[in-house]
């Protein structure tokens, strides 16, 4: 089975190795054929916190998304929210 694995951040940040990297071996063992796919390219990663280039960050992060669509099996998602989540009432 493939699996998607879409992260915020490249393979070069510490959180993405930290969370899913790290399993990938684990998973192909046991069948999986993991790929990792960021929203930000490790170029645009690198360029990404510092001032200007809006339109040239915007362009790269349409293509990326662009580029995920491979038609995957199934789809792994880390997401860091920043506010913990409350229950709804």
């Known amino acids: 089975m493939k699996v998607l694995c ?14 899913c990297v790290q399993f990938f071996s684990y998973l192909a063992d046991h069948g999986f054929e993991c790929r990792l796919r960021s929203f930000l390219s490790p170029d645009l990663f690198g360029k990404f916190y510092t001032k200007g ?33 409350s229950a709804p009432p």
Do not use: D, I, M
């Open 53 to 85: 280039g809006v339109v040239v960050k915007a362009a790269q992060l349409g293509l990326a998304a662009l580029s995920r669509l491979e038609g995957p099996n199934a789809t792994w998602f880390w997401y860091s929210a920043k506010q913990p989540c």
């Open 6 to 19: 879409l992260t915020t951040f490249p393979v070069e940040a510490a959180a993405t190795r930290y969370r």
